[in-house]
Nanobody
Framework: QVQLVESGGGSVQAGGSLRLSCAAS????????MGWFRQAPGKEREGVAA????????KYDDSVKGRFTIFRDNTENSLSLIMNNLKPEDTAMYYC???????????????????WGQGTQVTVSS
């Protein structure tokens, strides 16, 4: 059973930075695509960033390009999201997700992911 546990959320002022982490277990590290998603109150869940099984291909939502960086450490089964120059509109619950299979592409479509963490809150004040 795949388990995902997020950490690193918090409250920052606009322009600040945070690093989210996701500890993963229950799968073979080379066989899963991983992504970060977020959901703000009253809004639909949206894909933020995703990375392929080998860590070579990444995809970002246009709203975070140039500010967020996703990377993974397959030796430690971990996923991270570095968020710089945070804006109030980045405020949301952030979720780590896993898509089983050795895909060499990354997708921001949430329906493609089978496993989800519980989420970590990010709040950015102006």
């Amino acid at each position: 059973q795949v388990q995902l546990v997020e950490s690193g959320g918090g409250s920052v002022q606009a322009g600040g930075s945070l690093r989210l982490s996701c500890a993963a277990s229950g799968y073979t590290h080379s066989s899963v695509v991983m992504g970060w998603f977020r959901q703000a109150p009253g809004k639909e869940r949206e894909g933020v960033a995703a990375i392929d099984a080998d860590g070579q291909v990444t995809k970002y939502d246009d709203s975070v390009k140039g500010r967020f960086t996703i990377f993974r450490d397959n030796t430690e089964n971990s996923l991270s999201l570095i968020m710089n120059n945070l804006k109030p509109e980045d405020t949301a619950m952030y979720y780590c997700a896993a898509r089983l299979g050795h895909f060499t592409t990354a997708t921001l479509a949430d329906y493609a992911y089978e496993y989800w963490g519980q989420g970590t809150q990010v709040t950015v004040s102006s």
